[in-house]
């Protein structure tokens, strides 16, 4: 199941039920119920089934799912562990390549010690790396790859 819902999957000129919703968002009807219940989902609760506009929630999805997202700055990745964005260790970083025009920034997380990672364009990586020494690097083995 997602962490967040997905507000793409929602029709927003028809009417959900509870369980409509929660088939919708990949989630648990109790889940939706506990939003209602909460005050965060708007719902009409005077007769039963429940129902909600889809207007109601692809808007409470799209918020959702916006809530947590975080804007790195230049010179920031992103510390899983830590689960928040920093400038890695001793301001040095790896770049991986993925393919031919994007690959991932990888540093180590002055805090905890764990990977931190940015995926970026390789022709942006002088905005976004800021003033981080850039090591570049081919793309790692794969597990499965060819032999």
């Not at 965060?40 to 129902?51: H, I, K, M, N, V």
């Not at 409470?60 to 830590?82: D, I, V």
């Amino acid at each position: 199941m997602p962490k967040l819902p997905d507000a793409r999957r929602i029709k927003a000129h028809r009417v959900y039920s509870v369980v409509e919703a929660a088939e919708a968002l990949g989630c648990h009807r109790q889940t939706v119920t506990r939003w209602i219940k909460s005050g965060a989902l708007q719902a009409d609760t005077s007769a039963r089934p429940w129902l909600i506009r889809g207007c109601d929630l692809k808007a409470y999805a799209q918020e959702r799912r916006c809530k947590n997202r975080q804007c790195l700055a230049p010179g920031e990745l992103f510390c899983l562990s830590c689960r928040k964005p920093k400038r890695p260790a001793f301001e040095m970083a790896d770049f991986i390549f993925d393919g031919p025009a994007h690959g991932r920034l990888v540093g180590l997380c002055p805090t905890c010690g764990g990977l931190m990672h940015r995926f970026a364009r390789h022709d942006r990586i002088a905005q976004i790396a800021g003033d981080l020494d850039i090591t570049m690097k081919g793309a790692l083995p794969r597990l499965n790859g060819p032999d």
